[in-house]
């Protein structure tokens, strides 16, 4: 598996730039190496390789954003109607 990671390397760095629908995919990286480098190996290392140099080369960001709403006056909501009396006006 070695002798294959700089090769798998330069597929995925040049990934990077591309739309995430082009990207390849472990099993991509797989068929391509079987394909044309003669990989005789296993798929699970490829996949281990893959997920690992991901997480590796994953952009920097915060993860999430924290929601943060303005506080409002109370508002009661009444969630039944109010009855009404035969004659009465509302």
């Given at each position: 598996?070695?002798?294959?990671?700089p090769?798998?390397?330069?597929?995925l760095?040049?990934?990077?730039?591309?739309?995430?629908?082009?990207?390849?995919?472990?099993?991509?990286?797989?068929?391509?190496?079987?394909?044309?480098?003669?990989?005789?190996?296993s798929?699970?290392?490829?996949?281990?390789?893959?997920?690992?140099?991901?997480?590796?080369?994953?952009?920097?960001?915060?993860?999430?954003?924290?929601?943060?709403?303005?506080?409002?006056?109370?508002?009661?909501?009444?969630?039944?109607?109010?009855?009404?009396?035969?004659?009465?006006?509302?």
């Amino acid at each position: 598996m070695a002798a294959y990671e700089p090769i798998i390397d330069q597929w995925l760095t040049e990934d990077q730039g591309r739309w995430h629908k082009q990207q390849h995919t472990a099993r991509r990286v797989f068929d391509r190496l079987v394909a044309e480098h003669g990989y005789t190996g296993s798929y699970s290392p490829v996949q281990r390789y893959v997920k690992h140099w991901r997480a590796q080369h994953r952009p920097m960001s915060d993860g999430f954003s924290e929601l943060e709403w303005p506080p409002e006056p109370f508002r009661w909501i009444s969630a039944r109607p109010k009855p009404s009396l035969p004659g009465s006006a509302r």
